[in-house]
C-alpha cells in the first residue's frame, strides 16, 4: 500500500477500474434509467455530468492512442509501439489494435471487399452503433475505437461470426435476444426475414445476418457489427455490392409503408421465399425518395426557407442543408437530385446546394491525397502533410493556371459524386467565380467553413478573417484587399493552418446528455452569475444541434434545442442591457427569435402536441407579444392536460395581463418588466424532469 492509500482510506473497491469503460458506462447508465419526473435536479445534473466525465476521459484516452496507430500505420509490426492483433476474426473492420481496453478498428479496404475503396470503408464504419464508441477522423484514415466487452466466440448467440465466408461461418439464433429485438425492428419499420446459406438452418431475424449478437459473461446482451442495421439502397450493375454501404436513412425507412428488409440484395437471404418481395419493397422506396419526397422537400422546405430567410435579410448560410435534408430521410450523396428540382431561376437555392457539394468533392480529395502521401512516405511526419492541405486548398481558392485545371476536375466529380448538372452559365464560370456571385451567399466562407469543420482543420484568426465577408466602417476598402488576396496563385501559407487537427464523432445521446449537463448548469447560474448562465446556454445550444445532426427527428432533443435557445437569447439580452431580468419582449423580425420559434414549431409536430412543449411555446409567445397565439396555445396544453397546475398558473396570470392590458396597453409592459417570474426557473427546469 502506498502513502497515498494509506492517506486516503485505501483504493475504494466498489469504484471500477478508470479504464474498465464498459462497466463504468453500464453504472452511469443505470443510473441514468432509474431517473424519473420527480428525481431531484441535482441527481439529474450528477447523472449527465458522469456521461461528461466518461467521455472525456474515453476520448482523451482514445485520441492519444489513436494518433501514435495512424502515424505508425507503415512501420513494420517490429517497429510499432501499439502492436495489432490477429486474434480477431472478420476483415470488413480493417486491421484492429486493443490498448487500455480499447478495441481500434482501422477504416480500410485492404481485402478488396468495397473494391479497394477506403473512402467507402470509412463510410461503412460510419453507419457502425456500438456501446462506447467514437470515430477518429486523424488526418487521413477513419479509426474507431470501442470500449472492449465482456464477450468472446463462445459468447456468440444471434447471427454469424464470418459471415463472408459460408464454409466457415457459424449461424446461432436466440429466441430471448429476437424477441427483444422485435420492439426495436417495429420502431425503426424492419422487416423480419429468413437469412443463412442451409436450407433447415435458416434465421428469422429482424437485424442483418452479419450483425452479431452476444450474451455477455456479465449476463447482458450486446449486438456488435450494425453497420448495415438500415436498409440498402437497389444497387447499380456497376456497383453491385453497393448495398453494403449505400443504406437508406432511418427517417425514410421509419415513415415507408411497409417494413424494409436490412439484407435486401444480399446473398444472405438468398434462400428466403419472400426475397423478391423484400427487393421489390426496397425499390419501391427508392422510387418514393426520388418521386416523392425529394420534390415534397424542395417545394415545401427548402424554397420556402430560403425565400423566407431572403425576405427577413437573413444569412443564407446559416440553413443547416444536409440537416433539412436528413429530418426528410433523404441521404447527402442525393444532392444532384434534389438539385435536379429547384428551378433554374432560383440561383440561390442551386448554389447552396451546388456548394455543399463541392466541399464534400474537396473533402474527399483532400484526404485521398494525405493517404497517398502517407503510403509513400511510410513515416509519422508533419510538414508533407501541411504542404498537401495548403496546396489543395489553394487550388480551390487560388488563381493560377493549375487551379483552372483542378476547376474542370472538381466539375467532372461533382457530376460523378453528386450527379450534379451545371447550367451552361455555371459551367463557363470558374467556381471560385461562383463562390462570390451573389450577395447574399458568403459562398467562400461556406465552403471553407464546410472544409474546415469536417476535416477538423484549425486556421489562424488571420486566415479565417480573409475568407468571412468584410464588415464594419471599412467594409469598402476590406472588400478590396480580400479579392486581391484571392487573384493569388496562393492566397494561403504554412503560417495560415494551426494544426490538421482531427475530427471525433461518438454516439448522439453523448452530446445530449452534455446538451443537458451544460442546460442545468446555466439553470443553476441564474440567481447568481448571468455571464456563466449565458455560456452554459450557448454551450448546451451547440451539443443539443450537435445530436440533431445524428438525429434529427427526435422530438425531446428538438424541445431541448427550442428551449436551451430561449434561454441563451434571454440571458444575451440581459448582459446587452446590464444585467437586468426584467425585460423579456422578444421581437419576431429578429433572426434568433425567428429561430427559437421554429425550434418549438418542429418540437409541436414531432411530439404530437405535449402539453409541456405547447405550454413552453405559449410563454414564449407572450414575450414575443402574438398575444393570440399565445392563448391558443395555453389552452392546446390544458386540452391536452386538463390537469397541468403550472399551465393554469401562467394561463391565469396571463389573462389578468391581457385584462389590464385591455384597460391601458402600457401596463402590460409595466406587469412583464416588474415580473421577475421565478416560477419561470421551476418550469424551465421541469422540462428536463418531465422526461
Known amino acids: 500500500r502506498s502513502d497515498e492509500q494509506e492517506s486516503t482510506g485505501g483504493e475504494d473497491a466498489s469504484l471500477p477500474a478508470i479504464d474498465d469503460w464498459n462497466t463504468r458506462y453500464q453504472a452511469i447508465l443505470a443510473s441514468y434509467n432509474n431517473l424519473d419526473v420527480n ?4 441527481a439529474r445534473i450528477t447523472v449527465n455530468q458522469q456521461i461528461l466525465q466518461l467521455s472525456r476521459d474515453f476520448v482523451f484516452c482514445a485520441k492519444a492512442y489513436g494518433k501514435i496507430i495512424i502515424s505508425e500505420l507503415y512501420l513494420p509490426d517490429a517497429q510499432k509501439t501499439i502492436m495489432p492483433t490477429h486474434d480477431m476474426e472478420g476483415v470488413a473492420g480493417g486491421a484492429k489494435y486493443i490498448v487500455e481496453n480499447i478495441l481500434f478498428k482501422f477504416a480500410m479496404d485492404k481485402e478488396g471487399i468495397y473494391g479497394g475503396n477506403d473512402a467507402v470503408a470509412a463510410k461503412v464504419a460510419g453507419h457502425e452503433l456500438k456501446s462506447l464508441i467514437l470515430f477518429h477522423n486523424c ?10 466487452l465482456p464477450i468472446s466466440k463462445a459468447t456468440l448467440c444471434l447471427g454469424s461470426d464470418n459471415a463472408n465466408k459460408a464454409q466457415r461461418s457459424r449461424s446461432l439464433f436466440d429466441e430471448e435476444l429476437n424477441e427483444l429485438l422485435r420492439p426495436a425492428a417495429k420502431k425503426l419499420n424492419l422487416a423480419q426475414h429468413l437469412a443463412g446459406f442451409r436450407q433447415g438452418a435458416l434465421l428469422p431475424i429482424f437485424t442483418p445476418f452479419d450483425l452479431e449478437g452476444h450474451r455477455g459473461s456479465d449476463g447482458r446482451f450486446y449486438l456488435l457489427d450494425t453497420s448495415r442495421t438500415m436498409p440498402p439502397t437497389p444497387p447499380s450493375t456497376q456497383r453491385p455490392m453497393s448495398y453494403l454501404w449505400e443504406l437508406f436513412r432511418p427517417e425514410l425507412v421509419k415513415s415507408f409503408s411497409v417494413p424494409l428488409c436490412s439484407d435486401a440484395f444480399s446473398s444472405f437471404m438468398r434462400l428466403d421465399p419472400d426475397n423478391a418481395e ?131 476536375i472538381l466539375k467532372r466529380q461533382l457530376k460523378a459524386t453528386y450527379q450534379i448538372e451545371l447550367l451552361s452559365s455555371e459551367l463557363k ?75 471525433v464523432k461518438h454516439l448522439g445521446f453523448v452530446a445530449a446528455a452534455q446538451g443537458a449537463h451544460y442546460y442545468f448548469k446555466g439553470l443553476q447560474a441564474m440567481v447568481s452569475d448571468i455571464q ?160
Open 39 to 42: 428525481s431531484p435536479t441535482q
Open 278 to 408: 423484400h427487393r421489390r419493397n426496397a425499390r419501391k422506396a427508392f422510387e418514393t425518395l426520388c418521386t416523392l419526397v425529394i420534390p415534397r422537400f424542395v417545394k415545401s422546405d427548402l424554397l420556402p426557407a430560403l425565400r423566407h430567410a431572403q425576405k427577413s435579410h437573413e444569412p443564407l448560410t446559416d440553413y443547416r442543408l444536409t440537416q433539412a435534408m436528413h429530418r426528410c430521410g433523404i441521404n447527402a450523396r442525393y444532392l444532384g437530385l434534389v438539385l435536379a428540382e429547384v428551378p433554374s431561376s432560383f440561383k440561390v437555392a442551386r448554389l447552396l446546394i451546388i456548394l455543399e457539394a463541392l466541399a464534400r468533392v474537396c473533402k474527399n480529395n483532400i484526404r485521398r491525397r494525405l493517404r497517398n502521401t502517407m503510403r509513400h512516405l511510410k513515416a509519422p511526419l508533419e510538414q508533407p502533410y501541411r504542404a498537401v492541405v495548403i496546396g489543395m486548398l489553394n487550388l480551390v481558392f487560388g488563381c493560377s493556371a493549375a487551379a483552372g485545371r483542378y476547376d474542370a
Open 139 to 148: 488526418r487521413i484514415y477513419r479509426l474507431s475505437a470501442a470500449s472492449l
Open 429 to 503: 464560370k470558374p467556381l471560385r467565380e461562383l463562390m462570390t456571385g451573389d450577395a447574399s451567399v458568403d459562398g467562400r466562407w461556406m465552403v471553407f467553413s464546410r472544409l474546415t469543420e469536417m476535416m477538423g482543420f484549425r486556421f489562424s484568426r488571420r486566415a479565417l478573417q480573409r475568407f468571412r465577408s468584410p464588415t464594419g466602417p471599412s467594409v469598402e476598402t476590406q472588400r478590396l484587399l480580400q479579392t486581391e488576396m484571392f487573384e493569388r496563385a496562393e492566397p494561403l501559407d504554412d503560417t495560415d493552418l494551426e494544426e490538421i487537427g482531427e475530427r
Open 532 to 691: 456563466s448562465c449565458q455560456f452554459f446556454f450557448g454551450m448546451a445550444v451547440q451539443k443539443l444541434e450537435e445530436a440533431l445532426d445524428s438525429n434529427p427527428n427526435s422530438p425531446e432533443l428538438v424541445q431541448s434545442c427550442a428551449l436551451a435557445s430561449e434561454r441563451h437569447l434571454k440571458m444575451s439580452r440581459n448582459l446587452d442591457r446590464g444585467g437586468s431580468f426584467h425585460d423579456t419582449h422578444y421581437d419576431l423580425k429578429d433572426p434568433k427569435v425567428k429561430r427559437v420559434k421554429r425550434y418549438f414549431e418542429r418540437a409541436i409536430v414531432l411530439d404530437g402536441g405535449d402539453p409541456f412543449t405547447l405550454h413552453q411555446f405559449a410563454r414564449f409567445l407572450d414575450k414575443a407579444q402574438q398575444f393570440d397565439d399565445a392563448e391558443n396555445h395555453f389552452l392546446l396544453a390544458l386540452e391536452v392536460d386538463p390537469s397541468y397546475s403550472e399551465c393554469y398558473r401562467d394561463y391565469s396570470q396571463f389573462l389578468f395581463m391581457k385584462a389590464e392590458c385591455e384597460k391601458d396597453p402600457k401596463v402590460r409592459r409595466q406587469l412583464q418588466d416588474a415580473n421577475l417570474d421565478l416560477g419561470e426557473l421551476a418550469g424551465q427546469l421541469s422540462a428536463f424532469q418531465s422526461r
